[in-house]
């Protein structure tokens, strides 16, 4: 291959990874709204990019569950009824209390990485572009989830929390609902390092039905 094609590759490598964070922001935000079109022209004007990127970069929110495609229609923000949300929050209660049951305790240095990364949404509590704290969340709660040996059950869980991206976000749209989130992820530490299942499962409980998914999914229960 020669030089020009892969400062080209590299260069357009470099747009899809901007134009998928500067996307993600904007939903995570609320500046793009679920079930508006996502136009790549507009994109790739705002970005001062080609086209190719934008289009490598919807592919991946796509994958994640940020956007829909639509045959002959084009890339929209992810749109979720209730009743829908209510079944992604139950499905949620059911396999992480698996997980979380099934975990082995880590090691000092294990916690020390959690810590570090929750230090990390600290920092970003009172940012203007706080929304860099979803991705650490997910990576925060799947290493936890990572100690089981249920890899499958990881698996599903990983693909559910993608679509719920969007409603994660609009949870920490107070400041004060992201300092709590901090605060429950100290206890979720506190109760690892002292190996209390008992801790654990009440500080995930908590911290789950804080955010909503655990409420929707005693609805979804209470409903059936």
């Known amino acids: 291959m020669a030089g020009s094609d892969r400062r080209a590759l590299v260069k357009e490598g470099a747009g899809a990874e901007r134009t998928v964070r500067e996307l993600r922001n904007q939903i995570l935000q609320g500046r793009l709204l679920p079930g508006e079109q996502i136009r790549q022209e507009e994109i790739a004007e705002q970005l001062r990019i080609s086209r190719v990127p934008v289009r490598e970069a919807l592919g991946i929110l796509t994958s994640e569950g940020l956007l829909t495609h639509r045959r002959h229609q084009g890339y929209f923000v992810t749109k979720r009824s209730p ?93 004060e609902r992201r300092r709590q989130t901090v605060a429950q992820h100290e206890r979720i530490i506190k109760a690892l390092a002292a190996r209390s299942r008992a801790r654990l499962l009440k500080s995930m409980r908590d911290h789950r039905d804080a ?8 609805m979804m229960h209470r409903s059936t």
Do not use: C, K
Request: proline share 4%; charged share 25%.
């Open 83 to 175: 009743e829908e949300l209510a079944q992604i929050g139950l499905m949620l209660v059911l396999l992480e209390e698996e997980l979380a049951r099934t975990i082995v305790w880590p090691a000092e240095e294990f916690l020390n990485e959690l810590r570090s990364l929750n230090e990390e949404m600290a920092r970003l509590v009172d940012e203007p572009e706080w929304a860099d704290m979803v991705p650490i969340n997910h990576d925060f709660h799947l290493r936890i989830f990572g100690l089981s040996p249920l890899n499958l059950v990881l698996d599903e869980v990983r693909r559910l929390w993608l679509m719920l991206d969007v409603f994660i976000a609009i949870n920490y749209a107070t400041r």
């Open 211 to 218: 955010t909503g998914i655990g409420a929707q999914a005693g």
